[in-house]
């Protein structure tokens, strides 16, 4: 009588298909979590772009209407409008050096600006700039806009966030009238070749003899004096976030927005 002897797989073999399996579970794994990873990040860095784009946008937009002023009509003396006023546009500090800016513009159309402590005007909200300021609670920054006639380092009323500081940690803020060294934050940039340096710079143009003198400083040149200037402002801006909850996470922005309205002045 034949009997049929049964073969299997061997102790050896057993073990040599576990360890080839769980090689492969194991890339596959490997596959996975770097997706979801990668995914993660990309989704990240899109947040922060985002929301570091659109404060940028606001600044650099709002930054432009500076000196805006409802009565410049056919026949209006520029000189005349007070919201390019030497004290109208000017770059402070908060937490760090040149962090804050502030300036005016029309937003009403009515061609005054009333002092703020008169409440009862429309025209006493038509103060505005941009600072870093710091959240004791959390322990983040964010940038604030201003909505009145406050300073920069006011700790009152007249400044809100228009950043998230559970989410977004502005680590850095800098406005200059002068060219900005993205890299390290100098101003004026010492090296304009650098693909880091924002080199436009403020400048005056003088109406009398056609020279351009660089610089908002243009008015204490004595040689000047006497003789009508439209001061050409530009602001560098120099923008640094990370998120909250992943520190890796970083983003950069720098702009140059020109301020539309000249500044027109008769040098004393």
Same mark, same amino acid.
């Given at each position: ?8 797989? *061997?102790? $050896?073999?057993?073990?040599? *298909? ?13 596959? @996975? ?71 005016? @513009? ?21 103060? @505005? ?11 983040? @920054? ?5 909505? *009145? ?87 560098? $801006? ?31």
């Amino acid at each position: 009588m034949l009997v049929n002897k049964q073969k299997g797989f *061997s102790l $050896i073999e057993i073990m040599i *298909s576990l360890t080839l399996g769980l090689i492969v579970i194991g890339g596959a794994l490997s596959i @996975y979590i770097s997706t979801i990873r990668s995914s993660s990040d990309t989704i990240k860095s899109a947040h922060l772009n985002y929301d570091l784009g659109m404060a940028m946008s606001l600044m650099t937009n709002d930054i432009k209407r500076a000196g805006y002023w409802g009565g410049a009509v056919i026949g209006a003396n520029s000189m005349l409008n007070p919201f390019t006023a030497e004290t109208s546009l000017t770059i402070g500090t908060k937490i760090s050096a040149n962090d804050c800016i502030l300036y005016t @513009y029309d937003a009403d159309n009515s061609g005054a600006l009333t002092p703020a402590d008169q409440t009862d005007d429309v025209d006493a909200g038509e103060y @505005y700039g941009f600072r870093r300021f710091k959240n004791t609670t959390t322990g983040t @920054y964010t940038i604030q806009m201003r909505s *009145s006639n406050v300073a920069c380092g006011d700790t009152g009323s007249g400044w809100s966030s228009i950043t998230d500081e559970n989410t977004i940690n502005i680590k850095a803020v800098q406005f200059s009238f002068e060219s900005l060294d993205s890299a390290d934050n100098s101003s004026p940039c010492t090296d304009t070749a650098l693909s880091t340096c924002l080199t436009a710079t403020s400048r005056c143009y003088n109406s009398t003899d056609g020279t351009v003198i660089p610089g908002l400083t243009c008015a204490s040149d004595p040689a000047i004096t006497g003789e009508r200037l439209a001061q050409k402002r530009v602001v560098n $801006i120099l923008l640094t976030a990370e998120l909250v909850n992943d520190t890796e996470v970083t983003k950069t922005l720098s702009f140059t927005t020109k301020v539309r309205n000249n500044r027109v002045v008769t040098v004393p």
